[in-house]
């Protein structure tokens, strides 16, 4: 019985301090994304504009891969069906998507809606 607390309490202090390690990457990320954002603005602000850049518009990301293809790890083309909806600068929207539905119905949603 000694043994079997033992190892709940050092199970509970190592839960304890995985859960503050999260925290604390979290807290290390969203301070570093305002920086990033800041950098990603000033980039854009130097290029020139793209004729209709936006949601629906196959705007050319020569920065960057989309987060999508980010994510899958592939070349992103100029007709990606991701890239307007899914910014390089939050990789967690299209993380949280794919996990749910999966790139490929993600794609023929967004196709739809086009």
């Not at 969203?30 to 603005?41: C, G, Q, Y």
């Not at 936006?54 to 989309?66: D, E, I, K, L």
């Not at 083309?77 to 899914?86: D, I, L, R, T, V």
């Amino acid at each position: 019985m000694n043994n079997l607390c033992s190892y709940m309490d050092a199970f509970i202090d190592w839960q304890d301090h995985h859960h503050e390690l999260g925290r604390k990457i979290k807290r290390e990320s969203s301070s570093s994304s305002s920086v990033d954002r800041m950098t990603m603005a000033r980039m854009r602000s130097s290029l020139p504009a793209a004729a209709g850049a936006g949601p629906g518009s196959a705007a050319v990301n020569t920065m960057m891969p989309c987060a999508a293809c980010k994510l899958l790890r592939r070349r992103c083309a100029q007709e990606c069906p991701f890239s307007p909806y899914f910014s390089p600068l939050e990789p967690h929207k299209f993380a949280s998507v794919h996990k749910v539905f999966g790139a490929s119905n993600v794609s023929k949603m967004l196709l739809v809606i086009n």
